[in-house]
């Protein structure tokens, strides 16, 4: 990663991109770096990822809830205020929101 000097970030002003999941849509704003991303994203009540992620993250849950799934079976519901941390290639999981959901992802080199 290279050194990000300081600077502020106003989401308001950031692009909203829509993916589709297998059911409902996921909406990102994305901040790309050297070795790191920052995002806001959005899943809409009723969303279910279409792929398994492999990828880290970290994962901060701002509004609402979700359940991260892991290809073992097990279901992690992490609620507003809730993190989960996982590095690349730890785990293949994927996320659903019966209600509808609003993170902020960290990943990066950094995870590897």
Not at 69 to 78: N, P, V
């Amino acid at each position: 990663m290279s050194n990000i000097p300081f600077q502020t970030i106003d989401w308001n002003s950031i692009e909203k991109i829509e993916y589709k999941g297998e059911t409902g849509i996921a909406i990102w704003q994305t901040m790309q770096y050297n070795g790191l991303r920052v995002r806001i994203v959005e899943y809409s009540k009723g969303y279910l990822a279409d792929h398994w992620c492999k990828k880290g993250h970290i994962v901060y849950c701002l509004e609402g809830e979700f359940v991260s799934e892991l290809s073992t079976g097990e279901k992690i519901k992490l609620a507003k205020g809730e993190t989960y941390i996982v590095s690349d290639e730890l785990s293949s999981h994927r996320s659903s929101s019966e209600t509808g959901v609003k993170l902020l992802i960290i990943d990066g080199d950094f995870l590897k």
